[in-house]
Each structure stands twice: as structure tokens, then as C-alpha cells.
């Protein structure tokens, strides 16, 4: 367990170096929500693209992969959608459900394939790229379904459909998977301008993890803060490593997928709690809270895994 740690410090060290850079009078705050926006928009779907276009998929139990990604999370947020009314009973407001919500089902893929290049290298990273292509329409399908109906916006389809196809995570990792399957060239020097920008994103990406973080709220969360916490670094883990193993993955693509259900939440699910009506203070708690928390849950669950990847 002490070397995944430290093979793992690194890249908790840059979200600590976003988090001390945040707080520095002698850079400009207002940088730090052009640089969300240039993460969200152009950074992380160029990630997303250039590793799906070049990505080689022969060796990896696609079918398999699909099945358990999306099946697990599905569950998940459907066992979620059920429990509203225990939450509406427990006094808990449709805007506050809403970042509960999001906090257990979304998932900080910049930190997912930094661990991954670090840990497993080429063919992991390609892993998780693929996993996050496979949920990423779904993940924003349950989060921003629930956002438009509890988020006290508009319920509008058309509203709903609009968040969806211009999504440029989706946009991305279409793309790429498109380019790859159906062996599309691409012009060389576009290619590798494109990989010159993607080569910057899981740095800056991890940075504006720790920028984004909120550490007053989460030094006196409330008590519905820790409820994500438990079911994204706990539940999460256990029910995709479950489904993983059940359907024959083991060794690295195994160790990838429990890594990859351990990682915090993301930061984007913040600026839509914003957007739609959520509760962003909480969401910002909770991100904080399993951000700071994971640190150490992922060498435990790696650890725990390794012993079923060996089987």
C-alpha cells in the first residue's frame, strides 16, 4: 500500500499546489474562471479526443468494459432516484438532493487518468478514456435530468437535449472514437497541435482541482456532506469492481476500473449546480471533503483490489 501512496503523492501534490496558488495575492483571481472554462471547453475534450483517436481497443474487453461501467453506474443513480423520498422526508431540499446526487455518480477524470498514466501507463490511460467516453453520456444524462427537475429550473426537453449534444466532453470523445473506429486521417501537424494541448491538460486539469476547492466549507461540513463522501469512495469502488471482476476482467484493467470508481467527484458538476439551481456550497463541501479523503481511500481500495486482479 506504501508504494501505490507514493506512486499516487504526485498527483495529489499538484491539487495541493492549486490550492496554495488559488489563495496567492500575486496572481489574479479572475484567471481562475478563465482557466475552468479553458479545462471544461477545450483542455479535457482535447485530452479526451487525442487519447480515443490513437487509442489501440484490440486488447481490451470492450463488450465487458461497457457492461460493467455503465451497468454499475446506472445502478447506482437509480438507487439514488429511489431514495428521494427518504431524503424529502428527512427535510433534505430538491437543490441539495441535486448535489448529493451529483456528488455520488459524477467522477474527476483528470484525476482518474493522471493515476492511471502514473500507476499503469499507455494502455490504462486508454482504459480509463474509454470508460469515460462510455459514461459520460449517461452521467450527464441522470445528473442533468435531475438538475432540470429538482434544480427548480425549466423541465424542458428541449432544455435537457441542449445540455446534452453540446456537451464538449461528448463532443470530444465522439470524435475520437469516431476517427479511430472508422480509421479517418487526420492531418499530421493538426493531430499533434491537438496532442500539444491535450499534454497540458492533466497538469493544469489537477491544479484546478485544488483551485476549485472550498476548504472553509468542508472544515465544518454539515452532516449530509459526508453521505457522498461514503457512497462515491465506498459504494462506487465496490459495486464497479464487483461487476468488473464478475464479467472476467482481472490484473491492471481490473486494478484500473476500481481506480478509476475512487476518484472524487468532478469540479464541472459545481459550475452546473450553479447553472441549474443546485446547491453549490454544498456540492463545493463535498467535492472538497472526497478530494481530501481519496488521498487515502485509493491505496486501500488498490490494495483490496489487487488481491481479486491476481485471481
Known sequence: ??????????????????????????????????????????????????????????????????????????????????????????????????????????????IALAIAEKLYGPESLA???????????????YNIGILVWFGGGTRSLRTFAQKIVTNPMIIGSVLGVTINLLEIPVYAPLMQAAELVAGTSLSLGLIMVGAGLKLADALKPRPLALLPVALKLVFMPLVMTA??????????????????ASVPTAMNGYVLAKQMGGDAPLYAAVATLQTIASFFTIPVVLAATAYLAGG
Open 243 to 260: 461487476a468488473a471482476y464478475v464479467l472476467g476482467m482481472r490484473g491492471e484493467p481490473l486494478l484500473t476500473i476500481a481506480m478509476g
Open 1 to 110: 500500500m506504501l508504494a501505490i501512496f507514493e506512486s499516487i503523492l504526485p498527483v495529489f501534490l499538484l491539487v495541493v499546489l492549486g490550492v496554495f496558488l488559488k489563495r496567492w495575492r500575486l496572481i489574479d483571481r479572475d484567471m481562475w474562471n478563465g482557466l475552468e472554462q479553458l479545462g471544461f471547453f477545450v483542455l479535457f475534450p482535447c485530452l479526451l479526443f487525442t487519447t480515443l483517436a490513437k487509442a489501440e481497443f484490440s486488447g481490451i474487453a470492450a463488450g465487458s468494459v461497457a457492461l460493467g461501467s455503465i451497468g454499475s453506474l446506472s445502478v447506482i443513480a437509480l438507487l439514488l432516484a429511489l431514495a428521494w423520498p427518504l431524503f424529502r422526508t428527512a427535510g433534505v431540499s430538491g437543490a441539495a438532493y441535486t448535489s448529493v446526487y451529483q456528488t455520488s455518480t459524477r467522477w474527476n477524470a483528470f
Open 127 to 141: 482504459l480509463v478514456a474509454l470508460v469515460a467516453t462510455l459514461i459520460i453520456i449517461p452521467i450527464n444524462l
